[in-house]
């Protein structure tokens, strides 16, 4: 799943994780939350990075 | 090193009076220097274990951004420009230590990684029951949440170097898995294995300490 998003993965296995996730509520719960991780750094970058803006200036109230 | 700081806004303050009423000039203001110091610092130690090396690659982006300070019209292009920067740098010092990063590629934490393995899994390879991924209701709405970015900063601390420095090049740089390869010198596979045991980590620590704790816990 992790692999997944790296590559495309061939038609087996596209196959075997998808009837795999169908078995399985917590690998598709997995697939979710990696998703989420990926989001939420990307997030991070904006808080990280614009931490100061906010406390430097206030102009755009 | 707060000796070189203080000298970046001492020669800034040379090439440009302080006006007061326009704080927008990046080196105006020691406060916001050392202020973006320091978000640098913190970028550059995920990436660069070495704490000596990682404080170079800010004091050389610092270094290369003064000498353009005049082209830059307000902070955030400024940042962006600096942290850009800083990105190349990192990038540049992985590469000299390519071989040192090989080196410890997955034997360091492997033993410990076999460890989470367990205990996340049962010897079938299935979820233990309480270590199974729930539903995350609602991640967007965590970034809004002050606390939940600490948390999210803990969880990513607690990472081993390697694999916060691969997930962080992948997620938060961006880079693609053969830049990664390629700067880095971990193999294609190594680096799946290694992207995987980050967010393996990374999902149980926030599923832990954030998820399931109800978000309005403080």
């Not at chain 2, 979820?127 to 970015?149: C, D, G, K, S, Y």
Request: net charge neutral.
């Amino acid at each position: 799943m992790s692999e997944s998003r790296e590559r495309t993965l061939s038609r087996r296995e596209r196959w075997a994780l998808a009837l795999h996730k169908a078995m399985c509520s917590g690998c598709r719960n997995f697939d979710r939350q990696i998703e989420a991780l990926s989001d939420l750094t990307e997030g991070f970058k904006y808080v990280s990075h614009g931490a100061d803006e906010k406390s430097n200036g206030n102009r755009e109230g | 090193m707060t000796e070189n700081t203080v000298n970046f806004s001492r020669m800034a303050k040379m090439s440009e009076p302080i006006n007061a009423d326009q704080p927008s000039k990046p080196f105006d203001d020691q406060h916001y220097l050392l202020a973006l110091r320091q978000q640098m610092l913190k970028f550059s130690n995920l990436q660069i274990a070495d704490s000596a090396l990682a404080e170079d690659a800010v004091q050389e982006a610092l270094m290369a951004a003064l000498k353009k300070v005049d082209s830059f019209s307000g902070r955030a292009a400024f940042k962006t420009w600096v942290f850009a920067i800083l990105k190349n740098k990192i990038i540049d010092i992985l590469r000299q230590r390519r071989r040192f990063v090989e080196a410890d590629s997955l034997g360091q934490t492997g033993a410990e990684d076999k460890l989470l393995q367990d205990d996340v899994f049962n010897a079938g390879g299935h979820w233990h029951l309480v270590e199974r991924p729930q539903n995350w209701t609602e991640p967007q709405l965590a970034m809004q949440n002050q606390h939940f970015w600490r948390v999210f900063e803990v969880c990513l601390d607690h990472l081993p170097p390697q694999q916060a420095q691969i997930f962080m090049m992948r997620e938060f740089i961006g880079l693609d898995t053969g830049e990664i390869c390629a700067s880095t010198g971990v193999s294609i596979s190594n680096l799946h294995v290694l992207l995987y045991r980050a967010r393996l980590r990374l999902r149980t620590c926030l599923e832990k300490h954030w998820f399931l704790k109800g978000e309005d816990s403080d």
